[in-house]
Structure formats: C-alpha cells, structure tokens
C-alpha cells in the first residue's frame, strides 16, 4: 500500500536527506501533483521568510525581494514517473531508495531546506517547483509558466536540480527527429525482381550514417559531442510480399552552438542526393552553458571549479532561450533515473546543499 503523506507533514529545516524521503513518501505521478503541490506550498508559506509564495495549477513559485544585486532561480520538477512498487521510501545504510529519489526529489529537498534556512544570502531567490515535466512537453508546468507568468522567470542565472551525480553539467545538447521514406514497387518475393524493395533504398543512408564523424565543440570549457543515429526503420507488410513503402527515423543530437534550424540543414546535407522523403517530427533547441556570466563563474567556483558538458537534453533549454544562464546540478546518477531500483547515495545530497549553500550565502 501506498502511504500518502499530510500537507503538513514536510519540515524543511530538518536534514535534506530525510526532506527528501518525506517528498518521497508523497506519490506525485505526472498529472496526479496536487498533493505534493499542497505539501510545498504550505510548507513555503508556513516556514520561510521573506517569500511571496503563489500556486499555478500544480506549480508552485516563491520569491524574495530584498533588493540584492542579483537573482538566483531554483528550478525542479515535482512529478515522477510510474510508480514501480517503490514508494514509500527506504534507506539501507548511506543509500536511499524510492521513486524520485534521482529524478529529483532530492534536488526539490535541497532547493526547499536551503530557502528555509538561509539567514544571509548574497541573491534574491526564485523559486519554482512545476509539474508534468517526465511527459509530453505540451503539459510542460515550466512552459505554462513561461506563458501564464512570464515575470516569474526572470533571473540572472538559474539551476535545474537534474540529476547529475553532483557535479554541474552546463547548458543541454539539442534534438532532432526526422523521418525518411522511401517509395518502391510491391511484388511477390518469389518474384522479386518485378518489384523494387523500399526497405533496400535505406542502404546508402546507413552507408552515410556509419561513416558520419560526430563533430565536438569546446563551449565555455565545456566539450559538447553531437552524434547522428538510425533509430527506427519500418517497412513491409507481409512476410512473402517486397514492401513498397519504408520508413526510417533518424535522431540528430546536436551542440547547443547550432540552432534547431541548423541542424536540420546539417541532416539534410548528410543526405543530399538520395532520393527519400524529409519530414522533421520533433525537435527541441539546446542550451549554451553561459558559464562566462558571472553569477554562473561564481556558482562554479563554489563548487571547486568542477563542471561538465550536458549530454541530453533538459528545461534548462527553456532558461536559455530567455537568456538566463543555466545549469543541471543535482543529486543522483541520472542513468539511474526512472528504475525500478532507483536510487541515491545521501552523501550526494548532503555535497549539493553544502555548494549551494556556499553559492546562495553572502
């Protein structure tokens, strides 16, 4: 059974580790946020100062304004995945399991613990803890927000609390979709020679794409890899019949550098001459890591001047395209994301508050 935590039962001043369970123990499956929702925002209102505290569906956003040079958002997404049998959660030793636990409940804990006990800070603090992140990103809160309430997100440097191992990962590469078809002629196989196999046509794409030298970038210190690869191929409706239509998707993540329209340039050339059809059916821009900005270079170096490149793509897209400087910086191995067995050291959680804390304290 699953065990539903009350509204008031968040304390946030207490250890991240043990806010991190108590977010945990409150099932948030996207579009089911409502009760974490309840639990933040009256934590927020009841134990921080300073704060304007607001809801926006399952969003919740604080802020202060104490006039500080600058501004600092904290970002993190509220909503898991299915829940897989593990919630509540469990801690054996200095590992903490449950749903949320990386994918990030225990960057929302740290995010949450430092506004409640941060007696001296050197920025202005946003605050926004949104829903409906792990779907489609038509559901997006973030993207509600950035409609709704644009004001909202306004800041000098913002940081998501992806999971990240803790170590700060900078910017996001982009992603592009597309679908090639190719057109042939139906035959009985045993008769192939009076068609012309479609799925065939695909042969000097996969030519092109196992020759394909994926380009690196160095950005702000950062080393982005772009990578070019076949990731579905359909065709053929029957087992004794040569198909006359195929189809192949083909996923270009690229360095944030280009923008989404030079990428599909790029793809394009890669299959100039061949005659396929060319649909693009998602993309997404990436994020430069901006870490010349100073609040970003400050932020770096009270994390000891370690720092990554970001493989993948996350919301701190978003931030970028409003010129907020952004980075990832949270607890957990991402790769353990979305597991059944997910899972995260404490001592991750307890080195990322120590940093921002570091950060964020004048």
Not at 36 to 43: G, R
Not at 87 to 116: Q, W, Y
Request: hydrophobic share 40%; aromatic share 6%.
């Amino acid at each position: 059974m699953i065990r539903v935590v009350g509204v008031s039962s968040l304390d946030l001043r207490a250890d991240p580790i043990d806010l991190t369970a108590a977010l945990v123990d409150i099932p948030s499956v996207s579009h089911d946020e409502a009760a974490i929702a309840e639990a933040v925002e009256t934590a927020l209102r009841e134990q921080t100062t300073g704060f304007e505290v607001i809801r926006n569906g399952n969003a919740v956003l604080a802020r202060t304004n104490r006039g500080l040079p600058s501004r600092v958002m904290l970002a993190g997404h509220l909503d898991t995945v299915p829940i897989a049998d593990n919630v509540p959660s469990r801690r054996e030793g200095d590992i903490l399991h449950g749903c949320g636990t990386v994918d990030m409940k225990s960057g929302d804990a740290v995010f949450l613990h430092l506004a409640a006990t941060i007696d001296d800070p050197a920025h202005d603090l946003t605050l926004v803890f949104y829903d409906c992140e792990e779907i489609a990103a038509v559901h997006n809160g973030l993207g509600r927000i950035e409609r709704e309430i644009p004001e909202w997100l306004q800041a000098d440097v913002a940081i998501l609390g992806e999971p990240t191992g803790g170590l700060i990962e900078a910017g996001c590469q982009g992603t592009l979709r597309v679908t090639l078809t190719s057109s042939g002629t139906r035959a009985h196989s045993a008769r192939s020679w009076l068609g012309d196999n479609a799925i065939h046509h695909f042969a000097p794409v996969l030519e092109r794409l196992s020759a394909y030298e994926a380009r690196s970038i160095d950005i702000d210190g950062c080393e982005y890899r772009e990578g070019l690869s076949a990731v579905r191929i359909a065709g053929g409706v029957a087992g004794n019949v040569v198909p006359d239509l195929a189809e192949m998707d083909v996923n270009f993540r690229f360095a944030p550098d280009r923008s989404v329209d030079d990428a599909v340039a790029h793809v394009r050339e890669v299959f100039d001459g061949l005659d396929l059809g060319f649909e693009v059916t998602d993309s997404s821009p990436g994020a430069l890591p901006g870490l010349s900005d100073p609040s970003a270079a400050a932020l770096i170096a009270a994390a000891g001047g370690q720092f990554r490149a970001k493989y993948g793509w996350t919301d701190v897209s978003r931030f970028s395209a409003l010129g907020i400087p952004a980075v990832n910086y949270g607890p957990g191995d991402p790769n353990l994301a979305h597991k059944r067995d997910e899972r995260v050291p404490v001592s991750q959680i307890t080195d990322v508050s120590a940093v921002l804390r570091r950060y964020l304290t004048r």
